[in-house]
């Protein structure tokens, strides 16, 4: 399938860029793939979503995200800079720590909500969901006059994710790498070069990323876990639609967009009181605090016939009335029943809450409110 075109009849250009890892993924057949920061992101291997998800939760899976783009910012401004582009308080973050920031305009509104790395004081990585953070990271240094270097190093998290994934992982890299622990990094030795490696993922079955330096040594870092993962049954996967929205992790662009604040869409707790923080958007999130926010995020739990990957927001409605949208939405076969991720209106947002979900005009599904994660 090393061609122009993927099977979905996606048209390849220059502009959709391939990862380090992308030859492998289609060797291994990938069945389709998304683009997200301009890169290509593989959507599905095993004949279906639900087959990946059960393998998820008792394996170990091999996952290209390599789209998860690194925002290298570093200088002498660099702890500022990250500090004025989001509302989470990083005063207390230390050396080896991952942080899940939200990243906020003016207006509060939702830029992206990447993890943080600290390199060190004046270094930092801003691993980014989709939207374009590196432009709006060089016009904030250019216009404020910030004495910091930013760019797109050359770096490519490869994601090992499942029960089995330390196992493998300390078979290949070494005991310690049992040591690092959640939201924290260390460095390991691959071909006698420095790799990163976090315990973190677009997951909840636990497991490491690779933030892999050196596009060059994709293939081999591929195929080195790829052959040592066959004692534990690997298989090549992606973030799981099915796994992700039972474990409310949410996707920027899908969940929230600028026109949301991280006060929502559920990253409230990620967002500092303390008034002696300076960052973008702080006025308008005080404000918003103040009065009360009037939707936030939530589960829906919906009946009737098992719903394929939603692509259009579903509404959802009570008594008739339009009280949130469904934005990402699927069949949970563990729970035995669709679920969906949606904001919802205020006066509607506790759970057991009984609402309708319109999967089209003519069929209206009856449903009901829940806390994230989907237990
Ligand atoms: N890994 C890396 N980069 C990423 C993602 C990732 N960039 C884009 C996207 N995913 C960002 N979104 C999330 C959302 C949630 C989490 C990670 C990335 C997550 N959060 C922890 C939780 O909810 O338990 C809490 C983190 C904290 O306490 O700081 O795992 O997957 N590299």
């Known amino acids: 399938m090393n061609d122009r075109k993927t099977g979905s009849g996606l048209n390849m250009s220059r502009r959709i860029r391939r990862s380090p890892f992308t030859d492998r993924v289609e060797r291994h057949g990938v069945r389709g793939f998304s683009v997200v920061n301009h890169m290509l992101l593989p959507k599905a291997f095993a004949p279906s979503v639900e087959e990946d998800y059960w393998h998820l939760r008792q394996h170990v899976q091999l ?19 990250v500090q004025w582009m989001s509302p989470r308080d990083l005063r207390g973050a230390k050396v080896g720590q991952c942080l899940y920031v939200p990243l906020v305009d003016e207006q509060g509104g939702m830029i992206n909500d990447p993890v943080l790395l600290k390199l060190a004081d004046d270094h930092y990585w801003l691993s980014i969901a989709d939207s374009d953070v590196l432009l709006w990271a060089k016009g904030l240094a250019l216009g404020a006059n910030f004495k910091v270097e930013i760019d797109e190093p050359d770096v490519s998290p490869l994601a090992v994710q499942g029960p089995k994934a330390e196992d493998l992982l300390a078979e290949l890299f070494g005991e310690e790498i049992r ?161 969906g991720l949606s904001m919802i209106d205020r006066d509607f947002w506790a759970a057991g809450q009984k609402v309708e979900v319109m999967m089209s005009k003519e069929d209206e599904r009856t449903g009901e409110i829940c806390l994230l994660p989907f237990s």
């Open 63 to 81: 996952w290209d995200v390599s789209t998860q783009r690194q925002v290298e910012i570093k200088g002498p401004d660099a702890a500022r800079l």
């Open 179 to 339: 040591n690092i622990e959640f939201f924290k990094f260390k460095w390991i030795e691959f071909q006698g070069t420095q790799q990163l490696m976090a315990r973190s993922g677009f997951s909840r079955q636990g497991g490491f990323e690779i933030y892999l330096r050196g596009g060059h040594l994709g293939g081999a870092l591929w195929d080195t876990i790829w052959n040592a993962g066959q004692a534990f049954d690997i298989t090549p996967g992606c973030p799981n639609l099915i796994e992700r929205i039972e474990g409310g992790l949410l996707s920027y662009g899908n969940e929230f967009t600028r026109a949301d604040t991280p006060l929502e869409c559920g990253l409230g707790n990620y967002c500092s009181h303390a008034s002696d923080l300076d960052y973008i958007g702080k006025p308008a999130l005080e404000r918003l605090q103040e009065q009360g926010i009037s939707r936030d995020m939530r589960g829906v739990l919906f009946d009737g016939p098992p719903c394929s990957a939603v692509g259009v927001p579903l509404p959802v409605k009570s008594g008739g009335l339009q009280i949130g949208q469904i934005t990402s939405g699927i069949w949970s076969p563990r729970l035995r029943r669709n679920i």
